[in-house]
């Protein structure tokens, strides 16, 4: 299994809150992904890395930034949390070049009330 | 209209059956993706392929480029099977379009 973790597993929180989701790697790939997951919808791209210091936004991106400071870390901030971001939220990674696969976290479950 | 259409969205069989799920895309790709996704939430890339047909162990995965049009079968079906399995296409280098997941149970 590719090394990616994420924390935390679980969180709940209140709707105003700032939230901040961790996403670590130890494969160096390059590109690393935040999903979010709905009922009746498939994964849904938030934001995305290409390298570090290097973002930019998915299809979902609004109410959420990130932040890539070194290649292993990549983090979800949700600024002012709100209950429409209840959602479980993965990392992937891809090292890019002849290597396309993605690889996902085990994901986070969020819930804001 | 969702760019990846999957069916059926819930399917359930008998252990020993063979199955197949199907997807379609309507915009071009360089690649197709079949994901695993057990009840317990992870996600497993089964398969990448942008030609043909791939096989590992009792699933097989094929696309049909001119069709736009892929599936995925799993022969002699078990109940270890169960999960979601997901299409995803790579519609430029670094991003996938997901679909919303077909829904498999198998009973023993």
């Known amino acids: 299994d590719a090394g990616i973790t994420q924390s935390p597993r679980h969180k709940v929180t209140e709707t105003g809150t700032p939230v901040t989701l961790r996403c670590h790697q130890t494969?160096?790939?390059?590109?690393m992904y935040w999903y979010r997951q709905d009922p009746g919808h498939g994964l849904r791209l938030i934001h995305y890395s290409y390298g570090v210091k290097d973002t930019d936004k998915g299809e979902v991106s609004d109410g959420y930034s990130v932040s890539r400071s070194k290649t292993e870390d990549f983090l979800l901030t949700l600024e002012s949390a709100t209950s429409s971001q209840t959602s479980v939220y993965f990392c992937a990674i891809s090292g890019g070049g002849g290597d396309y696969e993605q690889y996902f976290g085990p994901g986070t479950r969020l819930t804001v009330t | 209209k969702n760019e990846v259409e999957q069916s059926p969205q819930n399917l359930t069989a008998q252990e020993g059956e063979f199955i197949t799920i199907n997807c379609s895309y309507s915009?071009?790709?360089?690649?197709l993706h079949w994901l695993q996704q057990h009840p317990g939430g992870g996600i497993v890339s089964l398969f990448m392929?942008?030609?043909g047909k791939k096989k590992h162990g009792r699933l097989i995965a094929t696309i049909n480029i001119q069709e736009k049009h892929s599936s995925l079968h799993i022969t002699a079906s078990h109940p270890r099977d169960s999960a979601v399995y997901i299409c995803a296409v790579r519609v430029n280098t670094d991003k996938l379009i997901f679909g919303t997941g077909t829904r498999l149970q198998v009973f023993p």
């Open positions: 392929l942008s030609s």
């Open positions: 915009v071009g790709i360089s690649a």
């Open positions: 494969e160096n790939h390059r590109y």
